[in-house]
C-alpha cells in the first residue's frame, strides 16, 4: 500500500514538472483572467467609430427634415367658398340667401313673359326706331391717317421733281465702283422728319396734294440710296 501511494505521488509529480516545461500543454482557462478575475469589466474602446457616426448623422438629419415645418406656399383664392360669392350665386339661382347683414331674404321669382300684342308691337317699334337710328346716324370720327387714296400721277410727278432738286454729295467708299458710280446719295444727317416739312411747304405753294409721310421714302429712294426711313 505504501509503494501504491509513493508511484502515485511520483507520477503526479512528474506530470506537473511536465506541464510547467510546456506552455502549450496550458489549458484555456489557464490563460484567460476573465474567467478567474470575478471583478473584471471590459473597457470601451474610446476610439470613434466611423460607421457607426455617419449612420447617427444621417439619422439625425433625417430626424431634422421630419421635424422641419412645411414650407407654406400661396394658396389660390378659392372664389366659389367666398361668402359674398356664395350668396351672390343663390341670389342669381332665385334662391333664400341671408345677406351681410345676417338677414334671411327670402327667393325672388320671375313673372310669366307678357303675352299683350301691344306689348309686343312697342318693343317691336322700338327695335325698328333703334336700328334705323343707327343706320342713318352719320360719321362724326374720322380716321386719323384719312382715307389711304392713291397719289395721282401728277402729284407724283411733282414729287419726284421735287426730290431731284434736292443737293447731293459724292460716295466717298463707292466711287470705284461702277454699280455705285451713277447713284446718288443726300447730304448726311437728313431726317424724314424735316425732309417732309419742307416738301410739305413747296407742294403747298404748287397746290400738289401733299403725299404722307410713308410714301416719301418708296419715292425717294428711285432717286437716293442713303435717305432714312424715320
Not at 61 to 73: I, M, Q, S, W
Not at 77 to 89: A, G, S
Not at 112 to 140: A, Y
Not at 186 to 208: I, N, R
Request: aromatic share 6%; charged share 35%.
Amino acid at each position: 500500500m505504501t509503494d501504491t501511494g509513493q508511484r502515485i505521488e511520483e507520477e503526479t509529480a512528474d506530470e506537473a514538472s511536465r506541464v510547467d516545461s510546456d506552455p502549450d500543454s496550458w489549458s484555456e482557462s489557464e490563460h484567460d483572467d476573465s474567467v478567474l478575475d470575478e471583478d473584471y469589466r471590459p473597457k470601451k474602446d474610446d476610439r470613434p467609430d466611423d460607421d457607426s457616426d455617419a449612420d447617427t448623422a444621417q439619422h439625425s438629419e433625417e430626424e431634422a427634415a421630419l421635424e422641419a415645418p412645411a414650407v407654406k406656399r400661396h394658396k389660390r383664392p378659392r372664389l366659389h367658398m367666398w361668402k359674398r360669392q356664395v350668396i351672390k350665386e343663390k341670389r342669381l339661382k332665385g334662391e333664400s340667401y341671408k345677406n351681410a347683414t345676417g338677414q334671411e331674404r327670402q327667393p325672388k321669382t320671375m313673372g310669366p313673359p307678357c303675352t299683350s300684342q301691344h306689348c309686343l308691337r312697342t318693343i317691336g317699334s322700338w327695335l325698328t326706331v333703334d336700328m334705323k337710328t343707327k343706320t342713318d346716324r352719320p360719321k362724326t370720327k374720322i380716321n386719323k391717317t384719312g382715307p389711304h387714296m392713291p397719289i395721282s400721277d401728277a402729284d407724283q410727278t411733282f414729287l419726284k421733281e421735287w426730290l431731284s432738286g434736292l443737293p447731293t454729295v459724292p460716295s466717298h467708299y463707292c466711287s470705284q465702283v461702277p454699280a455705285y458710280q451713277d447713284k446718288k446719295f443726300v447730304e448726311p444727317g437728313t431726317v424724314l422728319s424735316d425732309l417732309h416739312k419742307e416738301y410739305q411747304k413747296a407742294a403747298g405753294k404748287s397746290g400738289a396734294r401733299v403725299a404722307m409721310k410713308p410714301v416719301l421714302p418708296r419715292v425717294a429712294h428711285q432717286y437716293y440710296d442713303n435717305l432714312p426711313h424715320q
